[in-house]
């Protein structure tokens, strides 16, 4: 391989690590009637610059938010149309959340506590315990999201291996003529 070739060559492989900052992800959960989530990159840094937007069944937004520093966002009073989270980037990328909503109402806001002699009612008590659930388990569901976007050591050795074949194949090739 030539000089200049093979600088090249090292030139774009030391500048292709900006390509994976497109990766654009989007994770929400909703927790009664608020809705939380968070809009990063494949490495896990925040996507500070999106739009989120709020898609009903057919696909039209129906309200729009910002995430904050941390890539963070909520909407307090969720539209109950709203079936799908789509983060956009300005480049045009975009990532698509699909929400899941359960089929029990959340309370409107925190209840007293109960005395001890009073029997809370079925269907309350599956309200209170729904919204527990879905307190501790949406941060969870978010970190294993998050952990499953980055870049595992298969993915790089694959990665590597498909360049050295192809790198090989080109080789390969040319030697024959």
Known sequence: MKRPNFMVALLLMLVSGACQAHLLKVFAYVEGE??????????????????????????????????????EFT???LPVEVTEVVAVIGDGHQARWPLQRSAAPALPAPQPVTPVNEALDADALAKLVE?????????????????????RLS???GGLGMIFGIAFGLMWWRGRR
Request: glycine residues 12%; negative net charge.
């Open 34 to 71: 608020a809705l939380h989530g968070n809009a990063y990159f494949a490495g896990g840094g925040p996507a500070t610059g999106a739009r989120i937007e709020l898609h009903n069944s057919k696909g039209e937004p129906v309200a729009t938010l910002a995430p904050d520093a941390n890539g």
């Open 75 to 77: 909407q307090l009073s």
């Open 131 to 151: 919204q527990a659930v879905a307190r501790q388990v949406g941060p969870l569901r978010q970190e294993l999201q998050a952990s499953e976007a980055r870049a």
């Open 155 to 157: 993915d790089i050795v």
